[in-house]
C-alpha cells in the first residue's frame, strides 16, 4: 500500500474540521475526493504532503507513506520528499509560477532546487524533456516564454510538468481543471491518466465534478463537512451509494441519451 490513513483528524486551532477520515491507494491507482466546497477536500491532501496552513495541524489518526509514518516527519523529511516523492498541481498553476520570470529559468531553479548535484544544462534537458512528454509543443519555445504568453491549458501542462519531472510517487491534483473551458479541461484530464500510465505514479484528485471523478477514478471518496459520508471503488460508490448526499449528487449529473450514473 502506497497511501494509508486512517481516522484522519485535522484541527485548526481548537476546531476540528476534519473528522475520521480514512482512505488508501495503492501504486497507479486514481482516487477522486468530490465534495462541496469547505467540506474538507483540499485540507486532507494539504495533510498528507506536510503543507497545512497557518494553525492547521493533525490533531489525531495516522498517514503512512510508503510505509513511513510522514507526521513524524522534520522540516528536512518534508522538504527531501517533495517534489521528488510526492508532488502537485494546483488549481491554476499559473498562479504559482512567477509572471515576471521565463518558464525556463523557473524550471531550472525547481530541479536544481530539489537536485543540486545536476548542471544547468541537465537540468534544461530534463525540463524540456518532460514538457515534451506533456505534449507541449516545441519545448524550447515554451522554455522561452512568460506565463502570460500561455493559454490556461498550456501553463496546467506546464504546472503538470514541473510536477511530474522527478517522477514522484504519488501525484496530488486540486481541482486542477476548474479555471479552464470545457474542451481544455477533457485534455488535462486524459494528460493526467496518461501521466498515470506511463509513469506508474498514484493521483489523488480533488474535484467538485462527480462526471470527471467517475471517467477517471479507481476509487471515489465523498465528503461533506468535514467527513467521508461514502468511499469505495468507482463502481460502488455509483452503483451503490451510502449516503443520501451522493445519491443526490448522483441525481444531479446530466443525463445523455437517457442514461444516468445513478442506480447502474
Known amino acids: 500500500m502506497l497511501l494509508e490513513i486512517k ?22 491507482e486514481i482516487l477522486s475526493v468530490v465534495g462541496e466546497s469547505g467540506s474538507g477536500k483540499t485540507t486532507i491532501i494539504r495533510a498528507a504532503m506536510g503543507c497545512l496552513p497557518g494553525a492547521g495541524h493533525v490533531s489525531g489518526g495516522s498517514i503512512v507513506f510508503d510505509g513511513k509514518d510522514v507526521l513524524k516527519n522534520t522540516r528536512d523529511d518534508w522538504r527531501r520528499m517533495s517534489g521528488k516523492e510526492m508532488s502537485m498541481i494546483f488549481q ?39 514538457l515534451n512528454n506533456v505534449r507541449l509543443p516545441n519545448p524550447d519555445n ?26 514522484p510517487k504519488i ?19 486524459r494528460q493526467i491518466i496518461d501521466v498515470r500510465n506511463e509513469f506508474g505514479v498514484a493521483v489523488i484528485i480533488v474535484t467538485h465534478n462527480l462526471g470527471v471523478a467517475s471517467y477517471m477514478s479507481d476509487k471515489i471518496m465523498v ?22 448526499y451522493t445519491r443526490g449528487l448522483l441525481k444531479a449529473v446530466p443525463v445523455i441519451g437517457g442514461e444516468t450514473y445513478y442506480g447502474k
Request: charged share 25%.
Open 7 to 28: 481516522d484522519l483528524e485535522i484541527s485548526y486551532g481548537q476546531k476540528v474540521t476534519v473528522s475520521g477520515a480514512s482512505l488508501e491507494l495503492d501504486r497507479g
Open 92 to 130: 491554476d498553476s499559473g498562479n504559482m509560477i512567477n509572471p515576471i520570470r521565463r518558464i525556463g529559468g523557473q524550471f531550472v531553479d525547481y530541479i536544481l532546487t530539489h537536485a543540486p548535484e545536476k548542471s544547468k544544462d541537465e537540468a534544461y534537458k530534463m525540463a524540456t524533456a518532460m
Open 142 to 167: 515554451i522554455m522561452n516564454s512568460y506565463p502570460f504568453e500561455l493559454s490556461g491549458g498550456m501553463r496546467q501542462r506546464v504546472g503538470i510538468a514541473m510536477a511530474m519531472v522527478f517522477r
Open 171 to 189: 501525484l496530488f491534483a486540486d481541482e486542477p481543471t476548474s479555471a479552464l473551458d470545457v474542451t481544455t479541461q477533457a485534455q488535462i484530464i
Open 223 to 244: 465528503m461533506k463537512g468535514g467527513r467521508v459520508v461514502d468511499y469505495g471503488k468507482r463502481e460502488d460508490v455509483l452503483s451503490h451509494p451510502k449516503s443520501d
